[in-house]
């Protein structure tokens, strides 16, 4: 079985300060995790994703997040907020080549205010 | 051009009506999704098309009848639903892992969606 876990239902910022959204899971074996942005009325937008190699990995607008595999985390971070980047974020997991299943955990509210 | 394109983007039907959801990708993705998302939650698997034949059903209720007339299209046809199955409904793609030649490659890539509504 696998599983993700995002702690906060909903994260406040300052625009220009740091945003972290955090992300933990669990699952046997290679996890390969993925984040993803929703919009108002959207569907889900890629940001990116962790598969092996180097455990900072860069993704779209500035976004980038740390895979920890001691404290199975995979925190969603950002060095200066932008109003636009108010959204729902989910953070997700799949097994490594055990299939097309993504799990996704239940997704944190960030909040940028001016 | 990572588009996954869904129509219609609203729709409302009778528990008596017969509707179908259409989802469409030009990527050359042989791997295809239907979720159902409620408001403010994660979205659920529903089913997933590999190669177009039907590879993963989470036990939903036939009134949610899937089809994959090729590989660029996905549909889901709908029959006497119920008011509790108003959600917005999101169509995915990805290569599948049998070509991907490595995982890395397995992004989802979703479409805008379907927001239903069952009177």
């Known amino acids: 079985a696998q599983s993700v876990a995002q702690p906060e239902d909903q994260v406040n910022v300052a625009e220009g300060n740091p945003l972290t959204v955090k992300c933990t899971y669990s699952v046997s074996g290679n996890p390969y995790l993925f984040w993803y942005v929703q919009y108002p009325n959207r569907g889900l937008q890629f940001l990116l994703k962790y598969i092996t190699g180097d455990n900072l990995v860069k993704g779209s607008y500035g976004f980038e997040a740390e895979f920890n595999k001691s404290q199975t985390s995979f925190h969603l971070k950002k060095p200066s907020a932008l109003v636009s980047d108010s959204a729902l974020y989910f953070c997700a997991v799949r097994r490594g080549a055990a299939g097309n299943k993504l799990t996704f955990g239940g997704g944190t509210r960030v909040l940028v205010k001016p | 051009d990572t588009e996954v394109t869904q129509t219609p983007k609203h729709l409302v039907m009778g528990m008596t009506n017969k509707k179908s959801l259409k989802c469409e990708q030009h990527m050359g993705h042989r791997a295809m999704y239907w979720y159902k998302q409620k408001a403010k939650k994660p979205p659920e698997l529903m089913f997933v098309?590999?190669?177009?034949?039907?590879?993963i059903n989470e036990s939903v209720p036939s009134r949610f009848s899937p089809e994959c007339p090729n590989s660029s299209l996905l549909n889901l046809h709908l029959h006497a639903l119920q008011p509790e199955d108003s959600a917005l409904y999101l169509c995915?793609?990805?290569?599948?892992?049998?070509?991907?030649?490595?995982?890395?490659?397995?992004?989802?890539?979703f479409g805008a969606g379907t927001r239903l509504s069952v009177l």
């Open positions: 995915a793609s990805s290569q599948d892992l049998q070509t991907s030649g490595g995982l890395a490659k397995n992004i989802q890539y």
């Open positions: 098309y590999s190669y177009e034949k039907l590879s």
